[in-house]
């Protein structure tokens, strides 16, 4: 690891309160690149509460220094926003007689030594029914949305926020045969869901532990992965292990995932054996760090996506190769489906006169 992530993960740790070892003495241009790691990751705000605590000599230059205070108090601004409407949901929902959670984001906030600091996104609520009954619903309220496998994506924002109505708790696996298992174990964890003192109802710790293992996977093996994401878990696993075991993880289909994630947690975040869900393997654990430093949050920064179709059609068959070597079964089901959806478009995409119907999609958007 090269000097520049040994600065970041040594400020990031001190920022989580892992260890108490101070960064070195950085000049301007090592700081600017911790600076665009962090945003790279999705993680400034959580840098910044390292950083601001530094001794005077130690802080990077104040214009740096004031750009970064700006970004963490606009997330903090974010985070206040989304909690509120995390609150809001939850009364609205409760009110039509539904059981709620809230999955990953403002949950996984409140783990955090400055809940504040971490970078939000929408907000995902599980809601109690299943996929015909909580679309009937949202239909009832007067809803628009777009139907995913595992949620609802509502097209305008509801009480302040981007929301995801999740009628299942989880996307998954791309493997119907480990999936059906995993769905089952989280439909019946999820039902234990508590209220916080923030007053919306959040998971156990063995539901989140299990849910955002599958989400992590899914997001590797398919387009990329955040050090945010990781980071979220390093915290979850900081209050234990959940009491899930590597059986039954195994029967999930998320063994090998978890190995490289563990990997990960005990030689960036000092993460102690006994806290681990499975035993790690480096060797995977090897490949996922070294395309989340590459790739950035949700694979944002690999390259591909400026390129033009066939550009992007071979990057994606390359990296379904590495990932191959992860995980086999998730890899082979991922690239059938990318097939099938292929065939399936096949007159959408002559009509539109385009291999991509993303770009034809933005070429359209272009001319209006």
Not at 44 to 58: A, H
Request: hydrophobic letters at 40%.
């Amino acid at each position: 690891m090269d000097k520049r992530y040994h600065n970041f993960f040594t400020l990031l740790r001190y920022a989580l309160k892992v260890d108490d070892a101070l960064v070195p003495v950085m000049s301007e241009e090592e700081w600017n690149a911790v600076y665009l790691t962090a945003r790279k990751q999705t993680v400034t705000g959580v840098v910044y509460q390292g950083v601001k605590t530094l001794p005077d000599q130690l802080r990077p230059p104040k214009t740096l220094l004031l750009t970064w205070a700006v970004e963490a108090e606009r997330i903090a601004e974010m985070n206040k926003v989304l909690t509120n409407a995390c609150r809001e949901l939850t009364l609205l929902f409760g009110r039509k007689g539904r059981r709620t959670a809230i999955l990953k984001g403002q949950a996984n906030a409140m783990l955090y030594p400055e809940p504040l600091s971490r970078q939000p996104g929408d907000v995902d609520i599980w809601v109690e029914g299943g996929k015909d009954n909580v679309t009937q619903l949202l239909d009832s309220m007067g809803l628009q949305y777009h139907l995913a496998y595992h949620h609802a994506h509502l097209t305008k924002p509801l009480c302040g926020a981007h929301v995801e109505v999740h009628f299942r708790p989880s996307s998954g696996n791309r493997n119907p045969l480990t999936n059906r298992h995993l769905q089952k174990v989280l439909e019946k964890e999820i039902l234990k869901s508590k209220m916080t003192a923030r007053e919306f109802v959040a998971p156990t710790l063995r539901f989140a532990l299990i849910m955002q293992m599958a989400h992590i996977q899914r997001h590797f093996v398919a387009s990329g992965l955040g050090l945010r994401h990781l980071t979220d878990y390093f915290m979850l696993l900081k209050r234990g292990n959940g009491d899930v075991t590597e059986d039954e993880l195994r029967r999930m289909g998320l063994r090998k995932c978890a190995g490289a994630v563990m990997w990960v947690m005990g030689s960036l975040f000092g993460l102690e054996r006994a806290k681990m869900i499975c035993p790690p393997d480096e060797q995977r654990g090897r490949q996922m760090l070294e395309a989340v430093l590459a790739e950035g949050n949700f694979g944002h920064y690999d390259g591909s996506r400026e390129a033009g179709p066939w550009q992007r059609l071979f990057h994606g068959r390359k990296r379904r190769m590495a990932m191959f070597t992860f995980n086999p079964a998730e890899a082979v089901w991922l690239e059938m489906k990318f097939w099938k959806a292929i065939i399936e478009t096949i007159p959408q995409r002559i009509k539109a006169r385009s291999w991509s119907l993303a770009d034809a999609e933005r070429r359209k958007g272009g001319r209006t």
